[in-house]
Antibody, heavy 121, light 111 residues
């Protein structure tokens, strides 16, 4: 059974840093790209960042580029999101999701339960 | 600001059929990228409902169906049930933004 379990969320002051983790099990972790998606309170889904299975390719939304860094440790089946220079608008539930790639599409077939990040003084 | 537009809400009585539209542009749906749909029940993580425009993952009832045309896609729920009350999001890829994009989301209410 595929499982994704996020951790590391919490309350942080504006300008602070936080590192999220996503522990994966039930599939060959290194074979799949993984994505971070966030959802601000009462709002919709926003794609944040993604990383290829090998970790060699990373992608970011403009809203987080230069502040967030995605990484993975395939020996530990774990994904990370290092978040620096946090802003109030980064307040959200952060989900990790496994990517499935087909000819003309990428979709997210499994999601974690999410971890809440609150940026406030 | 999402590049995929959905109606904020749709509603229907139990047993009825409702549809949710997802309108994009020539840089995403119109460019030939497939559309996928997710269901988010209250207080839970999103769940894949439809992938590659029309396909249902194992375990998703056949009451849910998807379609795609030029620059838009639709999700239909037939035989609406109380348990279908949730938020629904479409998702695709945008060539101009060069990343995945989600729709604005639609809340389905069962009357």
């Amino acid at each position: 059974e595929v499982q994704l379990l996020e951790s590391g969320g919490g309350l942080v002051q504006p300008g602070g840093s936080l590192r999220l983790s996503c522990a994966a099990s039930g599939f060959t972790f290194s074979s799949y790209a993984i994505t971070w998606v966030r959802q601000a309170p009462g709002k919709g889904l926003e794609w944040v960042s993604a990383i290829s299975g090998s970790g060699g390719n990373t992608y970011y939304a403009d809203s987080v580029k230069g502040r967030f860094t995605i990484a993975r440790d395939n020996s530990k089946n774990t994904l990370y999101l290092q978040m620096n220079s946090l802003r109030a608008e980064d307040t959200a539930i952060y989900y990790c999701a496994k990517e499935m790639t087909t000819n003309n599409a990428v979709y997210f077939d499994y999601w974690g339960q999410g971890t809440l990040v609150t940026v406030s003084s | 600001q999402s590049v995929l537009t959905q109606p904020p809400s749709v509603s229907g009585a139990p047993g009825q059929r409702v549809t949710i539209s997802c309108t994009g542009s020539s840089s995403n749906i119109g460019a030939g990228f497939d559309v996928h749909w997710y269901q988010q029940l209250p207080g839970t993580a999103p769940k894949l409902l439809i992938y590659n425009n029309i396909n249902r993952p194992s375990g998703v009832p056949d009451r849910f169906s998807g379609s795609k045309s030029a620059t838009s896609a639709s999700l239909a729920i037939s035989g609406l049930q109380a348990e279908d009350e949730a938020d629904y999001y479409c998702q695709s890829y945008d060539n101009s933004l060069r990343h995945h994009v989600f729709g604005t989301g639609t809340k389905v209410t069962v009357l």
